[in-house]
């Protein structure tokens, strides 16, 4: 079972820098898009910013200027560059790739911004 490991979380004050980034365990084949979420408490799950294998980007509004997505294609990874970052910027981060046949997800990992 393929899994998605994320790395790069933690506590930054505002203003500050932090990149996460998500490789997998293990091949996964016809990767069509690979993507960030995140879920602040009481609030639903929501995409931050998504990538296609052709290298087209989309990012929710809240983030456009701030985040920068990238994706490695030859080792299916993916990174989420967050500068700037705001307080309402916390929340558990997920790494996600949409291929084919399924949809992988990473385990999460804690951003906070807080003086």
């Known amino acids: 079972q393929v899994q998605l490991v994320e790395s790069g979380g933690g506590l930054v004050q505002p203003g500050g820098s932090l990149r996460l980034s998500c490789a997998p365990s293990?091949?996964?084949?016809?990767?069509?898009?690979m993507g960030w979420y995140r879920q602040a408490p009481g609030k639903q799950r929501e995409l931050v910013a998504s990538?296609?294998?052709?290298?087209?980007?989309n990012y929710v509004d809240s983030v456009k200027g701030r985040f920068t997505i990238s994706r490695d294609n030859a080792k299916n990874t993916v990174d989420l560059q967050m500068d700037s970052l705001k307080r309402e910027d916390t929340a558990v981060y997920y790494c996600?790739?949409?291929?084919?046949?399924?949809?992988?997800w990473g385990q999460g990992t804690q951003v906070t911004v807080s003086s």
């Open positions: 996600n790739i949409n291929a084919k046949f399924r949809d992988y």
């Open positions: 990538i296609t294998s052709g290298g087209t980007t």
């Open positions: 293990g091949s996964i084949f016809s990767i069509r898009a």
